[in-house]
């Protein structure tokens, strides 16, 4: 829910891929953007509430202020501002409104001063850093043999992230660096998190600046909804849009899974398909899972507080645990 519209940016790639669907570029880059925008959300929540974890209450209304602004920029999108469902299969819910790349240049202009200032605020913050360097400490090797991904990896120096490694959308062609850490520590997690932002601002200005006017729906007929004046006016139209509604869409016979960097790590989806418009069986491979299980060996031996400020840096989500 800290980054819903990666998960229903990812979902649809899972199934846009089943069916080998391509969707238009201006859908591209408008779910890139939602994506970057949900991404630095995310991370706002997770640095912001890691300093309230160890005692810093103040940073954390820093950013509270810039997430809700970029909270305001996803309901100009779909109408909703938590839990989204914007994107469509071979599409999206709707256009971006006139002028909100405009908007979304205005919040990078203005996140980027407010990452600045929680940055000086906190990060050399002598108790901040007695709290959280050389706490919950946890190897490359040992990342690499719980599975994890996203920012908790590359705080503990493992060198990949799938928008650079295993590209799609229009990543290959961003400029932006990967941020790495030395630790693995709390400290680390909580740096990368915060370099993490600065990269999403960069790649959010470069989709501002690229970014066309164009259709955002693919014009397969498998899954494209009837505009709403063909409904009205021709009866073919209004029987495919009731179809389309009432059953859903047939996919074809056959497998896919796609994986996508999300905020906290690989966010994939795997879907099996009989025909028809249900899934067979669909599994989701979320971040949370495979982090928390490191809690035990990452807060053995510390203090009790110091397992507080360890869970925080790993960012758990409970819904992603439950199985």
Same mark, same amino acid.
């Given at each position: 829910?800290?980054?819903?519209?990666?998960?229903?940016?990812?979902?649809?790639?899972?199934?846009?891929?089943?069916?080998?669907?391509?969707?238009?570029?201006?859908?591209?880059?408008?779910?890139?953007?939602?994506?970057?925008?949900?991404?630095?959300?995310?991370?706002?929540?997770?640095?912001?509430?890691?300093?309230?974890?160890?005692?810093?209450?103040?940073?954390?209304?820093?950013?509270?202020?810039?997430?809700?602004?970029?909270?305001?920029?996803?309901?100009?999108?779909?109408?909703?501002?938590?839990?989204?469902?914007?994107?469509?299969?071979?599409?999206?819910?709707?256009?971006?409104?006139?002028?909100?790349?405009?908007?979304?240049?205005?919040?990078?202009?203005?996140?980027?001063?407010?990452?600045? *200032? $929680?940055?000086?605020? =906190?990060?050399?913050?002598?108790?901040? +850093?007695? %709290?959280? &360097?050389?706490?919950?400490?946890?190897?490359?090797?040992?990342?690499?043999?719980?599975?994890?991904?996203?920012?908790?990896?590359?705080?503990?120096?493992?060198?990949?992230?799938?928008?650079?490694?295993?590209?799609?959308?229009?990543?290959?062609?961003?400029?932006?660096?990967?941020?790495?850490?030395?630790?693995?520590?709390?400290?680390?997690?909580?740096?990368?998190?915060?370099? *993490? $932002?600065?990269?999403? =601002?960069?790649?959010?200005?470069?989709? +501002?600046? %690229?970014? &066309?006017?164009?259709?955002?729906?693919?014009?397969?007929?498998?899954?494209?909804?009837?505009?709403?004046?063909?409904?009205?006016?021709?009866?073919?139209?209004?029987?495919?849009?009731?179809?389309?509604?009432?059953?859903?869409?047939?996919?074809?016979?056959?497998?896919?899974?796609?994986?996508?960097?999300?905020?906290?790590?690989?966010?994939?989806?795997?879907?099996?398909?009989?025909?028809?418009?249900?899934?067979?069986?669909?599994?989701?491979?979320?971040?949370?899972?495979?982090?928390?299980?490191?809690?035990?060996?990452?807060?053995?031996?510390?203090?009790?507080?110091?397992?507080?400020?360890?869970?925080?840096?790993?960012?758990?989500?409970?819904?992603?645990?439950?199985?």
């Amino acid at each position: 829910y800290c980054s819903a519209l990666i998960n229903n940016v990812a979902y649809s790639m899972a199934v846009e891929k089943l069916m080998g669907i391509e969707v238009p570029e201006r859908c591209t880059w408008i779910r890139m953007m939602a994506c970057e925008i949900s991404r630095i959300i995310d991370h706002l929540i997770c640095v912001g509430i890691g300093a309230v974890d160890v005692g810093a209450f103040s940073y954390f209304l820093y950013g509270f202020h810039q997430r809700e602004e970029a909270y305001t920029l996803i309901e100009q999108l779909c109408g909703a501002r938590l839990t989204t469902s914007y994107t469509r299969i071979g599409g999206l819910m709707y256009d971006a409104p006139v002028g909100w790349e405009d908007n979304v240049r205005s919040w990078i202009k203005e996140t980027r001063r407010v990452t600045d *200032e $929680m940055d000086r605020l =906190l990060t050399t913050n002598k108790i901040f +850093c007695q %709290r959280t &360097q050389n706490v919950g400490k946890f190897s490359k090797e040992q990342a690499l043999a719980f599975s994890f991904s996203g920012p908790s990896a590359r705080a503990s120096g493992v060198d990949w992230d799938l928008r650079r490694d295993q590209p799609c959308m229009f990543y290959p062609q961003m400029d932006f660096d990967v941020a790495i850490g030395t630790h693995g520590d709390v400290h680390d997690r909580y740096l990368v998190r915060v370099e *993490e $932002m600065r990269q999403s =601002l960069k790649i959010l200005e470069q989709c +501002c600046d %690229r970014i &066309q006017k164009g259709p955002i729906w693919t014009e397969d007929k498998r899954v494209r909804i009837p505009a709403k004046q063909e409904v009205y006016t021709s009866m073919e139209a209004m029987i495919h849009h009731f179809k389309f509604f009432m059953t859903g869409f047939d996919v074809p016979v056959g497998e896919a899974y796609t994986a996508f960097e999300g905020a906290n790590g690989e966010m994939g989806f795997y879907i099996v398909s009989k025909g028809g418009p249900s899934a067979h069986r669909m599994r989701i491979r979320g971040p949370s899972f495979w982090h928390y299980q490191a809690l035990t060996p990452m807060a053995e031996g510390g203090k009790i507080a110091d397992m507080i400020a360890t869970l925080g840096s790993i960012n758990i989500i409970a819904g992603e645990l439950d199985r």
